[in-house]
């Protein structure tokens, strides 16, 4: 199947499904570029390196893949935040967690434990200026905005469980979610991701899956790199809207969730 990049962006969630059973050829101006397929797992895969579910493959090198409008931007598959030697279960997760660092972060996602890297200064910018924004609007709203360190935990249809740590969240069911513990249990609304070096495939492809397999009903990912923002509404599992913002153009990215949200990339990115 050829499909151009415009269309597997707007689509993205349709097109990882049906590259379980067929290769995807992705095409620019009439060329094509990339191939998104499926990524059976080695035996023999190198320790050091992260399994990429899905591959987009360029000649003879494969890439991760994360498209946007009329072009496609390919990244190096990243080195493994981890050294678990095969799929944790669930349950053996919380006990790695409970036995390790309290400092240390964590994410499970799929059968994979991650061990998060700590972030960049320009991340960390970007997040603080985000969470201001979304503080200011969602004041005296029934929403409220958090960012990580905070574990959300999500189950897929089959019952799998995963945790992850969104670097921004909006929660708008959070005093009937929140357990006798004292930690939320419900799904956020809205998660945003702020790329980083090392988080690019799992941030445009394994999260996205994640998020809008699992009832998240918005999904920004927030580039430092070309300063873009890509806006994703999801609905029954799949991408229904989308748009990505750029500050090279002074663009405003706004919500599809929360109207008259809106966040100017000039105030984002000035740092």
């Known amino acids: 199947m050829i499909v151009n990049a415009t269309d597997l962006k707007n689509n993205l969630g349709k097109y990882l499904r049906l590259s379980a059973t067929e290769d995807i050829i992705v095409s620019s101006n009439g060329r094509k570029i990339a191939r998104l397929s499926a990524y059976s797992n080695s035996e023999t895969q190198s320790a050091n390196q992260s399994e990429v579910v899905y591959e987009l493959s360029e000649g003879n090198s494969t890439h991760s893949l994360c498209a946007e409008d009329d072009k496609t931007y390919i990244f190096e598959k990243a080195r493994d935040y981890s050294s678990f030697p095969r799929k944790a279960t669930y349950e053996e997760f919380l006990a790695l967690v409970a036995d390790c660092d309290e400092h240390a972060q964590y994410e499970y996602i799929d059968g994979e434990i991650y061990l998060l890297a700590s972030p960049k200064v320009n991340h960390q910018q970007i997040i603080g200026e985000l969470h201001a924004i979304l503080h200011s609007w969602f004041k005296n709203k029934t929403c409220r905005p958090f960012f990580s360190p905070f574990d959300i935990t999500l189950k897929r249809d089959d019952g799998k469980m995963n945790v992850v740590q969104p670097d921004l969240i909006v929660i708008c069911d959070l005093e ?12 956020p609304a809205l998660a945003v991701e702020v790329l980083s070096d090392n988080t690019h495939r799992k941030d445009c492809i394994k999260k996205m899956d994640l998020y809008m397999s699992t ?17 994703y509404l999801f609905a029954d599992g799949d991408i229904c809207k989308s748009l990505t913002y750029r500050y090279r153009n002074s663009e405003i990215a706004a919500s599809f969730l929360f109207d008259g949200l809106q966040v100017p990339l000039t105030e984002l990115f000035a740092l």
């Open 176 to 187: 009937e979610k929140t357990n006798e513990n004292g930690y939320y249990m419900g799904t």
């Open 215 to 231: 009832g998240v009903k918005e999904y920004w990912i927030v580039n430092p790199s070309n300063k873009e923002v890509a806006v």
